[in-house]
């Protein structure tokens, strides 16, 4: 129940093109959703979170879009850039930052 | 600003040896956060720190696992002795607190032979 399923495990996509990655968990007393960037050799670095009272947030070229009732969330990178080339994890937790439950993460290339 | 600093960020050893990994915090910070990254999967928390106390280690292996976070900033974890199936990524964390943004270091990289 704690776990968070997350899809694909690689994603290939043209520069300029909508890279959709999506995640499933269910534990409903998760409450809070962040997706998180990591480059190779360094530390994950938070990207964009979302809470389960809204169904979408955007942040430039990044949203979420999030289904409580089917205990899904997605991230979309709008415009896709070659920088963008990295993996990506969802994450979600109870109560914040108490205790983030990991995705096994997505690599994404976006080829020029 | 400085990020979360980690030492070293690499170590080879052989199966049944020692190690031990450091870490500093972002200055401020009071809660750290100890983590493994096995390859090709998401983190996984081991222990939490709030200032010197550890308030979640239900993760850490203790029969070869410790941690320790003197004087609330440095942290250490230890792993002795070292089995094969340790070999990962080690990642230190913090935040100025509960339910804040955790700022991860670059983690060192683990390869037991």
């Known amino acids: 129940q704690q776990q968070v399923k997350q899809s694909p495990q690689s994603l290939i996509v043209q520069k300029g093109g909508i890279s959709i990655i999506n995640c499933a968990y269910e534990n409903t007393a998760f409450d809070y959703f962040p997706w998180y960037q990591q480059f190779p050799g360094k530390g994950p670095a938070l990207l964009i979170a979302i809470r389960p009272d809204v169904s979408e947030k955007k942040e430039g070229r990044f949203t979420i879009s999030f289904n409580k009732s089917a205990k899904q969330f997605s991230l979309h990178i709008m415009d896709s850039q070659p920088g963008d080339s990295a993996t990506y994890f969802c994450a979600a937790s109870v109560g914040g930052y108490n205790k983030l439950i990991f995705g096994a993460g997505t690599r994404l290339a976006v080829h020029p | 600003e400085a990020g979360v600093v980690q030492s070293p960020r690499y170590k080879i050893i052989e199966k049944k040896q020692p190690v031990a990994f450091w870490c500093n915090p972002i200055s401020g910070h009071n809660t750290l956060y100890w983590y493994r990254q096995n390859l090709g999967q998401g983190p996984e928390l081991l222990i939490r720190y709030e200032n010197e106390e550890a308030v979640d280690d239900s993760q850490l292996p203790k029969d070869r696992f410790s941690a320790e976070r003197l004087k609330g900033v440095d942290s250490t974890l230890k792993i002795q002795p070292a089995e094969l199936g340790d070999s990962a990524v080690y990642l230190c964390?913090?935040?100025?607190?509960?339910?804040?943004?955790?700022?991860f270091g670059p983690g060192t990289r683990l390869l037991v032979l």
């Open positions: 964390a913090s935040s100025g607190g509960f339910g804040e943004t955790q700022y």
